[in-house]
């Protein structure tokens, strides 16, 4: 279970750095290009605890990357006026159905 709270840490943290990419117009911007920094040393100091803890890596990174993608897909649809197509949001879902299946696979 803790794994799992870390892994959710190290989503927020990566989602958070790749929004504030955005932002920070090629690091021009000081305040955004920190948070970048930030966000993604704290994702990888994260997701290196999750391994720590057991998940397997295969998992663990399947999960990150999945619910990386279909976050700042929603964050730049909702909130920064990006297109969401319905080819597009098909694709999140068969990323998020590809690491469904990992994770089940895991527990056979």
Known sequence: MVAYL???GAVFAEV???VALKFSEGFSKLGPSIVVVAGYVTAFLLLAQVLKAGLPVGV???IWAAAGVALVATVGALFLGETMTPLMI?????????VLLLELGRSQ
């Not at 098909?90 to 590809?98: D, K, M, Q, T």
Request: charged share 0%; net charge neutral.
């Open 60 to 62: 663990a990174y399947g």
């Open 16 to 18: 958070t750095g790749t």
């Open 6 to 8: 870390l892994l959710a």
């Open 90 to 98: 098909g694709g999140v879902v068969l990323v998020i159905a590809g």
